[in-house]
Every structure is written in structure tokens, then in C-alpha cells.
């Protein structure tokens, strides 16, 4: 069947083949590129933590939840000094991504990026895309979710007062999802997921959220309603109450109890995350 026939056939009016089933959603970090793993090696050469650190202290999407970091401001410096030192291009793509977003391409759909980076962060996200994944996104949204804890130009200078004048617009990953129509969203940080699962704005199907790769940091999805004070707090804040154990033994039976808020479904790597589309497209289609 030609790609007229088919549009005819499907009763679309779109004229081009590509993109007329629709947008999918994916973010970067730790889905189209191996962040984390990155950030282990650059961190223990960079701040020479002890014991070094590894992936399996990435407990939280939340840096600052976890050991080797600071308050969220200084978390925030760190992950500054990791860009500088060349963390975007030497962070390489995860494992079957090419291959995975060009099958979902070819099956009809849109992709675009949302990613939490900030727009400071745009030429080396771009760069990387370019020399990775070239030819494959329509579009890139930094919500920025971050940006707020950056310091501003002032602030670097030394005069911390002007630190009220800065605001951005923020946006979350829900309200890009709902703007741009996009069908779900890929994402591996269970934060993301829960809110945008949880989101009031309407939705074409029953599934918002794949949530992407059995990650230390999205082994648990919180249900807010039930979340424990010690999971609010920061590395620092567990270790110097002498709650980290107690932490540990909270975040086993969770992982045991595997709760998932409706709406979200998990995907260990890309091949899962092509099987799944390709169900999904076949269940639209019949
Ligand atoms: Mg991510």
C-alpha cells in the first residue's frame, strides 16, 4: 500500500505519512543518554568522594536524597562543575536508543524531547543530539525544574541579595505533555511519573507514563499520601538524625510492596519500550 493509500485507508488527512498517528513524549536523562553512569565516574574523579560512589547510591532522582552530595543548592553547583568538566558528550546513549526511536518513526509517530535541563543547557544538549540521535526529534522542551535552585549572574558575583529578582517560568513535564497533544510520556524518574499520571488534564488513553529502566532511582514510586517524613529528607539530614537504616529498611519494603499509581507502566530497556508501542499501536488501529 502506498502512503497515500494508507492515509486514505486511515482517514487522515495529514499529508505526510510520518507523525500522523500522533506525538510520544521522552525525556533524556537516563533514557536516550547514560547520565548517571557518567556522572558516577566524573563525580568520584571530580570530588574524590569516599567510598567512591557508585550507581547503586543513586537511590533518588533527587541528587541531594542520596550520599556524596549537598543541600539542594550545592547538589545544583556540583552538577554545574560535572557540565563544565564535559559531562554532555561524554555520556553515551543508552543502550538500543537509536534503534528503538527510529522503529517508533517508522511506525508513524512523532518524537519530541522534554527534559528537566534548563535553557543555559541548551547548545551542549543540542551538540549531543546532533552527534547521537541526529534526525529523529521535532521538537526539545527544557521545563528548566531545576533553574531556581542555579545561582543567579549576581549571586556569582558575590551579591546574594538580588537572589528574590530572578523568576522563571516553570513548566512541568504534564502541562508540555498536554500542549503539545503528545500521547505519553518516557520517562525514568518515578517523580515525573507520579505527576504526570496524576495530572487533571485530559488524556487519549488509559497509559500517561512508561516509566523507563530498572534504575536504583525509580525503584519506588511514592504515594505522597503515605510518604514518611525520612523520605523528605536529604542525604545529610537522614545520616545526621541516624535514620539511614531505618531509611534502608523503609525503602526495601516499599520496593517489596511495588506500588504503581494507574497510569503508569514500567519498561525495563528499549526493546520493552517497542513492544509496548507496537501493541499499543496495533490495539488504536483496531
Ligand atoms: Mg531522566
Redesign the pocket.
Known sequence: MSDVETILASGMTTPSRRGWKGTIAV?????LCQTNATIVHMHNELFDTQPPLTLADFKNYLYWMNRGWGTPEETVGMVAKLYQGGLYMRAPPVEGAKEGLKRLKDLGYNLIIITARSENQRTGTEDWIAEYLPDIFDEIHFTGAFQHLEPTREEKEGHVARKAVVSHHKRSKAEIIHTTSSLFLI???SENAYDVSTSTYPHEGPTKVLLFGDYPWNAIVHDPSKKSPIEGMTYHEKQEKGLLDEYEKLREQRIKDGWLPPGVERVGDWGKVVEWVERFDHARQE
Not at 525525556?27 to 533514557?31: G, R
Open positions: 525525556d533524556m536523562d537516563d533514557v520517562d525514568d524518574s
